[in-house]
């Protein structure tokens, strides 16, 4: 396992933890790598200390910070889309490419209302939009694209 200091185009820090440094470059070649706090797909990895061990090593001149475990979020706004996904898991359901069809067809009386998300090309919501269907983007990526 391999842990990488990674920056988004946001400028949000964040620690991520891989199978290996191939593994990394496989995921971010598919855009799969994202950031924890906004959900960004332009990840880059940030510069950070190498670990290094041996007889040799000079003693640390401070304790390093406990670590924190990845589970917890580090910062709020991770918290934050933590909780909208719980939420959206438990309250909504998750239609993928098909948002568009769904919506409208709900919109139109074909298909039972209730909550939905998925995804929608651009062209796809300008469209919903111009009919008068009420959506809205999340600031979270679909399951399958997650880190």
């Known amino acids: ?8 185009s ?25 950031c924890a706090i906004c959900g960004g797909t332009e990840v880059t990895k940030a510069l950070m200390a190498p670990r290094v061990s041996g007889v040799d090593a000079p003693e640390p001149v401070a ?11 580090a910062h709020p706004a991770e918290q934050m889309l933590r909780a909208l996904r719980e ?12 948002f568009a069809a769904e919506a409208r067809a709900m919109h139109l009386g074909e298909a039972d209302a209730r909550p939905i998300h998925g995804e929608a090309k651009p062209e796809e919501a300008r ?6 269907i009420p959506i809205a983007p999340l600031p979270i990526l679909p399951p399958d694209k997650t880190n």
């Open 63 to 73: 304790a390093p910070a406990p670590a924190r475990p990845l589970s917890e979020p």
């Open 1 to 8: 396992m391999i842990r990488y200091a990674l920056k988004c």
């Open 87 to 98: 939420h959206l898991a438990k309250n909504s359901t998750y239609v993928g490419g098909r």
């Open 127 to 132: 469209a919903l939009i111009e009919e008068g």
């Open 10 to 34: 946001q400028d949000h820090s964040f620690e991520s933890w891989f199978q290996s440094a191939a593994a990394y470059d496989a995921l971010a070649d598919k855009g799969l790598v994202t």
